[in-house]
């Protein structure tokens, strides 16, 4: 069950939230629940600017990875997110924004070896107990009705489990992490409707 309502405050300021009610059952061994905020506020001071505030609160249920061991018991991920970004139009086909992002899991969900430090192919999901993601993003984007549109967006960033789960042993950092990602495209887009594009993408990632 979801409620969601945006209202503007005045000329200025808007205010959206909302609340989520969800619940998971495996028909096993887990059957929780949970309720999720969230708020968002957007301050405008003028047409080409705007800063925006938010928190989310989710509840996500775990893949459909089919764990082959059948003796794991795989949580839904729990995450609270906080964000704070400023935008701004620097013409009418160009625009800035700069973005910092922390996310604090509980019972992240994340693909492992079910025998860890093997060889063994075999994989399940696992739960780490609590992690955190943290990052900087700048990105800059151009919006032009026909012809060349451009992107380019860089983050710096660190995703890392804090503690172990029931079934994931404690590790540094998470295997997926990518701490430095560029991405960037260019696209034509003709009278018509027909468009070209290429993008492209770099990420760092640890050892």
């Not at 970004?85 to 009418?92: I, K, M, T, V």
């Amino acid at each position: 069950a979801f409620f969601n309502h945006t209202m503007p405050l005045s000329d200025q300021w808007t205010l959206n939230y909302g609340l989520r009610a969800e619940t998971f059952d495996n028909g096993l061994d887990v059957n929780t629940g949970q309720l999720s905020p969230l708020v968002n506020l957007a301050w405008a001071p003028n047409d080409r600017n705007v800063v925006r505030i938010s928190y989310n609160r989710s509840f996500q249920a775990p893949p459909l990875e089919l764990d082959v061991s059948g003796q794991t018991t795989v949580l839904p991920q729990r995450l609270s997110t906080y964000e704070i970004s400023y935008e701004s139009q620097l013409s009418d086909t160009f625009t800035a924004k700069l973005a910092a992002v922390r996310k604090d899991y509980k019972d992240q969900v994340d693909i492992g070896l079910l025998i860890p430090n093997s060889n063994v192919p075999i994989y399940a999901p696992v739960n780490y107990g609590t992690a955190r993601y943290q990052g900087i993003e700048l990105s800059l984007n151009t919006h032009n009705s026909t012809g060349f549109n451009g992107f380019l967006a860089g983050t710096v960033s660190v995703a890392r489990p804090l503690s172990p789960g029931a079934f994931a042993a404690q590790v540094d950092f998470n295997d997926h992490d990518q701490r430095l990602q560029v991405t960037g495209g260019l696209s034509y887009l003709f009278d018509n409707g027909l468009s070209i594009a290429m993008d492209g993408y770099y990420g760092s990632g640890f050892p």
